[in-house]
C-alpha cells in the first residue's frame, strides 16, 4: 500500500521570506512523487514531478522538492515567498509497478502575509 | 488549446434525482480520470480508463456510473444522488497513464445534493 503525509494542514509566510511544505510518504514500491497546486476555485497545476532521476527537482514558479529516500521524504521549498504563492498545495504519490493510480495528500494551505 | 474542460460548473440536486457530468479534453491523450475532493481528504479516485473503450473503478466507486464516450470525452453519472455525494468533482487526463504521468485537470464541478 501507498500512502502520503502532509505534516501541516496549514503554513503561514510573510513575503519574501522562504517556504517550506512537507510531505512524507510510504510506499512498497519505487515511487514517483509529484507536488501540485491548486488556487481558489480552480483545477489543480502540476509543480515539479519525481521520477527516479535526479533527486532535486525543480520546478515552475521557484518551487524545488528534494526526494530522501532515507527519510522517506518530498519536502517543497522555495526561497522567497509572494503573494501570488497563497494556495492549497498537494503531495502525491504514484506506484511504480504498472498500477498507475495516484494517492493524494490532504494538502497543506499556505497563506502569504503581506 | 482548452485542455481539459468540464460542465457544469455548478449544480443543486435534490436527493434521488440525477445527473451526468460531463468532460472533454483536446490534447488527444488516452486516460481520464474522475476524482472528487472533500474537505480535509485530498482527492480520491472514483473511476478511471486507461484508453478509449475502457473503464475501472477506482478507490470510490459507490453510487457512480462512467461511459467513455469516446477518446476526448469521459462522463460521469449519478443515477440517484445522496447529500453524501456533496463535494467538487474534478476531471483529469494523461496521455499514457504511467506512473511517471502528469495528470491534467479540468477546472472542477461543485455538486450540493440537498
Known amino acids: 500500500a501507498q500512502s502520503v503525509t502532509q505534516l501541516d494542514s496549514h503554513v503561514s509566510v510573510s513575503e519574501g521570506t522562504p517556504v517550506l511544505l512537507r510531505c512524507n510518504y510510504s510506499?512498497?514500491?519505487?515511487?514517483?512523487l509529484f507536488w501540485y497546486v491548486q488556487h481558489p476555485n480552480k483545477g489543480l497545476q502540476l509543480l515539479l514531478k519525481?521520477?527516479?532521476?535526479?533527486?532535486l527537482v525543480k520546478g515552475i514558479n521557484g518551487f524545488e522538492a528534494e526526494f530522501k529516500k532515507s527519510e522517506t521524504s518530498f519536502h517543497l521549498t522555495k526561497p522567497s515567498a509572494h503573494m501570488s504563492d497563497a494556495a492549497e498545495y498537494f503531495c502525491?504519490?504514484?506506484?511504480?509497478?504498472?498500477?498507475?493510480?495516484?494517492?493524494f495528500g490532504t494538502g497543506t494551505r499556505l497563506t502569504i502575509i503581506p | 488549446n482548452a485542455g481539459v474542460t468540464q460542465t457544469p460548473k455548478f449544480q443543486v440536486l435534490k436527493t434521488g434525482q440525477s445527473m451526468t457530468l460531463q468532460c472533454a479534453q483536446d490534447?488527444?491523450?488516452?486516460?481520464m480520470y474522475w476524482y472528487r475532493q472533500d474537505p480535509g481528504m485530498g482527492l480520491r479516485l472514483i473511476y478511471y480508463?486507461?484508453?478509449?473503450?475502457?473503464?475501472d473503478k477506482g478507490e470510490v466507486p459507490n453510487g457512480y456510473n462512467v461511459s467513455r464516450l469516446n477518446k476526448r470525452e469521459f462522463s460521469l453519472r449519478l443515477e440517484s444522488a445522496a447529500p453524501s455525494q456533496t463535494s467538487v468533482y474534478f476531471c483529469?487526463?494523461?496521455?499514457?497513464?504511467?506512473?511517471?504521468?502528469?495528470?491534467?485537470f479540468g477546472p472542477g464541478t461543485r455538486l450540493t445534493v440537498l
Open positions: 483529469a487526463s494523461s496521455e499514457y497513464g504511467g506512473q511517471t504521468d502528469t495528470q491534467y
Open positions: 510506499s512498497s514500491y519505487s515511487p514517483s
Open positions: 519525481y521520477t527516479s532521476a535526479a533527486t
Open positions: 502525491v504519490v504514484s506506484r511504480s509497478d504498472g498500477n498507475e493510480k495516484l494517492t
Open positions: 490534447m488527444n491523450h488516452n486516460s
Open positions: 480508463s486507461a484508453s478509449e473503450g475502457t473503464t
